[in-house]
């Protein structure tokens, strides 16, 4: 299938970023928690394969700005770590300014320890301050050490899991799961009204949300039959039978498996309402694919810059509204150049998801 991510600003390349004390967590609490949240389709980010100093790297930061959701894993001897600490403080920086959700886990570490850097955990905390900024100066060394208390204090108030309340681990699992699953699901593309689309249920009695139902399932089940090289699929038909209801609900379930994503709405109405409406959306498309502004200055250097740029990525590209082969063209010149293998059709009306 073909690419890219139509989010907001700021952008999401990442649903979670784990941060640990690797020596106490990685090859058990951590190394079970990524299993399951990746096996659950959720994309996750951690600092593993990182060289590790004291400062944060360029590469870390983006990391922690380009997820949705934190998982912080406190653990009784994570204060003994510079480079904790300064995750966690990017980590409440983003959470205070970019709408960064966090969720604290607690792993063999009572909240209140965290919340109010008690005992050992505390003494350890003073101890790495000293350690790494002793020489830089006392006003250096206080301002450190009260950014890293704030962001453990900040951190520890808000609601998350003690593993130690939890009676089995494959328990505490399957809940956090499920508690990402429905935060980020405020992130996923809206359906209101009568769109909404119980993917797991029963329909109302209506013509056109019985038939979105049963196209969501053809839809999905053709999806995930389909081997690894990129597929293409057209639905269509007359108004009201919910194809972009279908297209929405189809992206929401699969998006996560896709590091580039796109969804582009309302091809038709861009395409005849401004004279640059196809070079908007060849930006639009490249922009979520490359996670930059790019400028196209003609229909025909936008479509070769697709063409060359999108080649040898594996995404996700809804096109909602499309109406005529020009506009589907324009996008995606030559379409033999996506291995295109099989043309699934629901007859619908005007509107072609790819």
């Keep these: 299938m073909d690419s890219s991510s139509s989010s907001s600003n700021p952008r999401w390349i990442h649903d979670v970023f784990i941060s640990f004390r690797g020596e106490d967590t990685r090859k058990t609490f951590v190394s079970h928690l990524y299993a399951a949240l990746t096996n659950a389709g959720i994309n996750t980010y951690t600092d593993s394969q990182l060289h590790k100093g004291v400062e944060l790297g360029p590469e ?18 994570y204060t003994e770590s510079c480079w904790c600490l300064n995750e966690l403080k990017k980590i409440m920086e983003c959470y205070r300014t970019h709408g960064h959700v966090v969720v604290p886990v607690f792993y063999d570490v009572d909240p209140s320890v965290v919340r109010y850097q008690k005992g050992d955990f505390g003494k350890a ?74 993917c797991g249920g029963r329909f109302g009695k209506t013509n056109a949300a019985n038939y979105a139902h049963f196209e969501y399932y053809l839809v999905i089940e053709f999806i995930v039959t389909q081997p690894s090289k990129v597929c293409m699929m057209g639905i269509w038909g007359m108004g009201g039978l919910g194809k972009t209801t279908t297209a929405k609900a189809v992206y929401n379930q699969i998006h996560r498996k896709f590091e580039d994503k796109s969804f ?3 091809i038709r109405e861009v395409y005849e309402k401004y004279s640059t409406g196809i070079i908007h959306l060849q930006q639009q498309l490249l922009s979520d694919i490359l996670n930059s502004k790019e400028i196209i200055h003609s229909i025909a250097s936008g479509t070769s810059t697709i063409e060359r740029r999108l080649q040898g990525k594996r995404a996700l590209v809804v096109l909602d509204d499309v109406t005529t082969i020009k506009q589907l063209h324009a996008l995606f010149r030559n379409l033999t150049f996506f291995w295109l293998r099989k043309c699934f059709n629901c007859y619908n009306q005007g509107c072609a998801h790819t």
């Design 264 to 266: 582009i709405e309302n």
């Design 60 to 77: 870390l930061s983006q990391g922690i700005e380009w997820s949705h959701i934190s998982i912080v894993v406190f653990s009784k001897r």
């Design 125 to 198: 905390l003073l101890s790495t301050a000293k350690k790494i900024y002793f020489h830089s100066g006392e006003e250096r060394l206080e301002y450190v050490l009260s950014r890293w208390t704030s962001a453990l204090t900040e951190a520890a108030n808000l609601a998350g899991w003690d593993v130690n309340n939890c009676r089995n681990e494959g328990e505490l699992m399957q809940q956090i799961v499920a508690d990402v699953l429905e935060k980020l699901d405020s992130a996923f593309l809206p359906i209101t009204g009568l769109e909404k689309l119980n």
